[in-house]
Every structure is written in structure tokens, then in C-alpha cells.
């Protein structure tokens, strides 16, 4: 017996020849694990995160990042920030102009901070003696650029 006849028994399928087997075979699978699948405990809904191996309620978020955005460009009347964050991104990667305020305009460095800061957004974003600089200016934010 072959193992696409077992399972189509156990899916209850019927069939007689090669050809309609070769079909039922993904059907039967289908059927099968639509059967089984129902019956598995799915995880809480929390966006991006997955459930540490060993425990029992630890949660561990997995990193969704957006590249080189800014975070406080408006799109249909809400800052990039917010519009990320509600599709899941918890992380910016870079920013588009940090911390050089004169590609953006005075204080852009500072509002950038605080609207990833009130949404929960980490940011890895610069390493050179001026990111470094603007960090430790502001302190503050130590727990949102974390790299």
C-alpha cells in the first residue's frame, strides 16, 4: 500500500487509477491536517513576539525594522512612528538625517527622539563621534537608541 492510499483512506477519498491519485495526494494532506490543525492551542496575540523555549509565559520580542525612515514624516495625517507601529515595526535601523540637524532643521533630532520614545520604538542608529556625542547629551533616550 502506498502511503498516499493510506492516507486518502483516512481522509475517506476514493479514487481509482495513477493520475487521480497523484491529485488526491496534496488533497488528502489538506484534508488531514485540516482535521489535526484545529485541535492546536494557538499563541496569545501579541505582535512580534515569540514564546522562549522552556517557559511558560516569557515573552521575547523578535526584532521588525524599517531602514534609514523618519520617524516623524507625516503619511495621511500620522507620523511614520505611529503608522510602523501599528503594522508591527518595533525598530528603526538608522535614521534619515541623525543627528545632523542640518539636513532636517533645528530640533528635528529631539522630536525625532520623542516619538519613537512614546511609541516604544528601539533605534540602532549611529556609531560615529557625533551619534555618540548626541547620546550622551541625551541621556534620556538611552533606553530607545540602543546601539
Do not use: H
Not at 48 to 54: F, M, W
Not at 86 to 103: Q, T
Amino acid at each position: 500500500m502506498l502511503v498516499s492510499d493510506g492516507l486518502l483512506r483516512i481522509a475517506g477519498i476514493r479514487c481509482a487509477g495513477e493520475a487521480p491519485r497523484l491529485l488526491a495526494l496534496p488533497v488528502a494532506l489538506f484534508v488531514v491536517l485540516a482535521i489535526a490543525l484545529p485541535s492546536v492551542e494557538p499563541l496569545a496575540a501579541q505582535p512580534n513576539s515569540i514564546t522562549r523555549a522552556g517557559s511558560d509565559n516569557s515573552r521575547m520580542i523578535y526584532p521588525v525594522g524599517v531602514w534609514l525612515q523618519d520617524p516623524i514624516r507625516t503619511r495621511n495625517g500620522v507620523i511614520n512612528a505611529v503608522n510602523y507601529k501599528n503594522i508591527g515595526v518595533n525598530m528603526f535601523i538608522g535614521l534619515w538625517g541623525w543627528p545632523d540637524e542640518s539636513v532636517k532643521y533645528p530640533g528635528y533630532d529631539l522630536q525625532a527622539a520623542q516619538a519613537l520614545q512614546a511609541n516604544g520604538i528601539k533605534v540602532i542608529a549611529g556609531s560615529d563621534q557625533t551619534a555618540v556625542t548626541w547620546n550622551n547629551a541625551n541621556p534620556q533616550y538611552a533606553s530607545t537608541f540602543i546601539g
